[in-house]
């Protein structure tokens, strides 16, 4: 008899369920969309003058962002309405892969729609701990609320997206206690679409990513959302989107949806359960797509 670990789930049926890529047939083929897509981005912004590179959030070459201001595509010199809010992305890669790089595939399409665009780097593990890591994404958003002046947004209307790793630092971010912290006013934090996310972090010590992550207790507690309800109390004006694809692991699913049904989050919450025909790589390339329903979801939450 195949003994279980975690929620009936032996050790290689978990590995599986924890591994997106199990439910694709190739991941460098989404790897390299990422890659590609966000250098023409970056060209593209280069070229209109709409992208301020490498700025420093922190004292770590790894703390910086890109920040992408709004510009029109298009070669007449029409003007955009300029709506002064800022979309911040954090990429995903299980703490331990990627960079801001790959990751400013759907810039260009917030910048058509007015938007300001930050993409946070951070420091991947083994060189850097959950703890670490955590306060890097903190650090970078609280360094967008001091600077909101000097780029032209509005402070008070920062919104955050995430992808899988992404997507539980996003949820973190909103569940910092920025007064106590940070010394800020308020929460910065309007509004967080949280993507193919992990909101309870224990399964992962069983599996492979754990090799890097070196997980203790105490940030499982604390860095799982699911586990940290109590903290939700923080955001309690963030609005939620809770998104994932059609094709992706029945445990991904579970989490997801688990969040979804914390009470804390009330009425702040959208829940798009099932974004059809879309795998846990490619769905939160859909925000690059203005027709789709992640993106407008999105634009839907920062203008309510």
């Known amino acids: 008899m195949t003994e279980t670990v975690y929620r009936n789930f032996s050790l290689q049926a978990l590995a599986r369920e924890y591994s997106p890529s199990s439910c694709v047939a190739d991941l460098d083929i989404y790897l390299q969309q990422y890659a590609e897509q966000s250098q023409q981005v970056k060209q593209l912004a280069s070229h209109h003058g709409s992208l301020k590179e490498n700025l420093r959030y922190g004292e770590s070459p ?17 003007t955009i309405s300029i709506k002064r809010k800022l979309q911040v992305f954090i990429h995903g890669g299980y703490w331990q892969e990627l960079s801001k790089e790959e990751s400013c595939f759907a810039a260009n399409n917030f ?5 300001h665009v930050a993409i946070i780097n951070y420091t991947l593990a083994p ?20 600077h909101a002046d000097q780029y032209g947004y509005d402070k008070e209307q920062i919104y955050l997206s995430g992808s899988s790793a992404g997507a539980q630092l996003a949820v973190m971010a909103a569940m ?18 949280a993507v193919s996310g992990i909101y309870d972090l224990t399964p992962l010590q069983f599996t492979y990513i754990n090799e890097a992550l070196a997980l203790t207790q105490d940030e499982i507690t604390r860095f799982s959302p699911l586990l940290a309800a109590n903290k939700l109390t923080h955001c309690c004006e963030t609005r939620f989107i809770v998104a994932y694809g059609e094709h992706e692991t029945d445990e991904f699913k579970r989490q997801s949806n688990d969040f979804y049904q914390l009470n804390c989050l009330g009425c702040n919450k959208i829940l798009l359960a099932n974004i059809e025909n879309k795998n846990h790589f490619d769905v ?6 203005k027709k789709s329903t992640l993106f407008n979801s999105v634009l839907e939450q920062m203008e309510a």
Not at 62 to 78: A, G, I, K, M, V
Not at 176 to 189: E, G, I, R, S, Y
């Open 176 to 193: 910092t206690d920025w007064q106590t912290t940070f010394a800020l006013p308020v929460n910065p934090v309007k509004g967080v679409c």
């Open 62 to 78: 790894d703390e910086t962002l890109d920040l992408f201001l709004p510009h029109h595509h298009n070669s007449q010199r029409s």
């Open 111 to 115: 910048q058509q729609h007015g938007y």
């Open 284 to 289: 939160i390339t859909t925000l690059s797509d």
């Open 127 to 146: 060189k850097a701990s959950l703890t670490k890591i955590v306060n890097q994404v903190r650090n970078a958003i609280a360094w967008l609320y001091r």
